[in-house]
């Protein structure tokens, strides 16, 4: 019986740590995720600024599909392989691009006209931030 109590806190940690809402960097499963969303950066931009737990439980984790126009992009060093759908001054929806399609991506970005992105989405972290991104 004194054993018990131990076990159920060691078995508590576990489904913690298991339930964690992380997104990898690099997951190449968004080649063949579905999408459960499509949607343009500003909406998602919107959807986030207006509740932020809705947008949570509705994008985080979830493969989803994001068109807009880009503000800036990254190069193609490590780390700064992204693009950004700016919606203020400083900040807006960032896609991390996928390390394999990184390249391809940044060299065919087109100046102002809009492009699409499928992504996981991660959450609001000063920018709304996707990761895993790669053309649909």
């Known amino acids: ?22 997104v ?8 063949s995720a579905a999408p459960t969303a499509r949607m343009s950066a500003d909406i998602l931009w919107k959807e986030y600024q207006a509740d932020l737990v809705r947008a949570d439980r509705a994008y985080q984790g979830k493969a989803i599909v994001v ?13 700064e392989r992204y693009v950004l759908f700016g919606q203020s001054a400083d900040r807006g929806v ?9 390249a391809d991506i940044l060299s065919n970005v087109p100046d102002n006209r809009r492009f699409t992105l499928k992504c996981y989405g991660d959450g609001l972290h000063g920018d709304v931030l996707l990761k895993s991104c790669v053309r649909p």
């Open 1 to 22: 019986m004194g054993r018990r109590p131990g076990l159920f806190f060691v078995a508590a940690a576990v489904l913690v740590v298991a339930c964690a809402d992380r």
């Open 24 to 31: 990898p960097d690099q997951d190449l499963r968004i080649l």
């Open 67 to 79: 068109s807009g126009t880009a503000t800036k992009i990254g190069t193609d060093a490590p780390g």
């Open 94 to 102: 960032r896609a991390n691009l996928l390390d394999e399609s990184a």
